[in-house]
């Protein structure tokens, strides 16, 4: 099968398109015939094992990746099922987690795949599970939003927030998205109430205070994001950061959690939803905010799988407009 490859760390040129070996898949495993693949900002972290700090965590490999073949996301048909699998059967269309996801097959467990809803096509669909499933997490579950909440998402452009906004405003809650000027109106269309263009303004300078701040960027320092809060309100730290750093978002995690034991405001971090926290239920709960007309996915371009390196290339400059997605068949 074919698959993109990665021997060392580095920038997306150490990505190669390679002939591979199928996954063999034993009891309680699924192998899933790859029809789409998204990129996220997570893969080019593990592209480049960035921050050098998750490194000697264990999270990436230490002097080589951990995980030889990219992609994490992904959506397919079943193409084989292992013993005591139940519930999935050859041929059954499906979105979810598949490490090694940027390629023809991949193996995962069934935990981490729901059916596909039946109204999107392959490319939504994986466009669909870490970016939604951590928007969901981020604004319901750590942000704990209700209804008539101020509710910012800093980053409201990319893959995490236009989910997040389309998430809250469902909830009814007021949203402010804060994205650059070509997203403007994007981020208006997708329910949020008031758009802040942060080439031309700095929302933490603004008198206006909010109930939750999701913050998927990292750009401000923590002192001006809770000077923006209300002084109950919460923020959910989701990363941020440039490549190549040796704490990157590590460091500004472990700020907000110490920060947090001092002050009234509840201060939060998540990290991007993977194989390692995602709960089924949780992508259980997306399918069906899709399968309502609640949630859509928004998709800035596709790639073929040989051009996978280009498509993370394209992520890593934070130029994508919502998921970029790779096409696989």
């Known amino acids: 099968m074919k698959a993109i490859a990665q021997e060392r760390f580095g920038p997306p040129d150490v990505l190669r398109l390679v002939e591979a070996v199928r996954p063999e898949i034993t009891a309680g495993q699924v192998l899933v015939q790859v029809h789409a693949a998204a990129v996220n900002p997570y893969d080019w972290h ?3 094992g960035d921050p050098y700090v998750a490194r000697l965590m264990g999270g990436t490999g230490l002097t080589r990746p951990k995980v030889r073949t990219a992609g994490i996301d992904a959506a397919g048909r079943v193409a084989a099922v292992g013993a005591d699998v139940r519930g999935l059967r050859p041929g059954d269309a499906v979105l979810g987690f598949c490490p090694g996801s940027f390629a023809e097959y991949a193996r995962t467990t069934p935990d981490l795949l729901v059916p596909k809803p039946a109204g999107l096509t392959f490319a939504q669909a994986a466009a669909v599970p870490m970016a939604a499933v951590t928007a969901l997490r981020g604004i319901r579950t750590v942000g704990r939003a209700r209804a008539g909440q101020r509710i910012l998402v800093n980053g409201a452009g990319g893959g995490i927030g236009t989910y997040a906004v389309q998430i809250a405003a469902a909830l009814g809650a007021e949203v402010t998205g804060v994205c650059s000027s070509r997203n403007v109106e994007l981020v208006r269309s997708l329910g949020a109430s008031h758009v802040v263009d942060h080439t031309r303004e700095d929302f933490t300078d603004a008198p206006r205070r909010y109930d ?8 401000h320092p923590l002192g001006r994001l809770r000077r923006a809060l209300t002084p109950t309100g919460t923020l959910v730290a989701n990363g941020g950061g440039p490549p190549g750093r040796v704490f990157g978002a590590v460091g500004a995690m ?10 009234r405001q509840r201060l939060r971090v998540i990290l991007p939803a993977t194989p390692a926290g995602p709960t089924h239920q949780d992508l259980l709960d997306v399918a069906a905010l899709i ?6 996915p ?5 790639y073929p799988l040989a051009d996978a390196a280009e498509g993370v290339r394209h992520v890593e400059q934070g130029h994508a407009r919502g998921k970029v997605v790779i096409t696989v068949r």
Do not use: P, S
């Open 254 to 263: 472990l700020r907000v959690i110490a920060v947090d034991r001092f002050v």
């Open 298 to 302: 928004v998709i800035d371009r596709t």
């Open 212 to 219: 939750l701040i999701l913050d998927n960027v990292g750009n």
């Open 291 to 296: 399968e309502a007309g609640t949630l859509t």
């Open 46 to 48: 593990l592209m480049r």
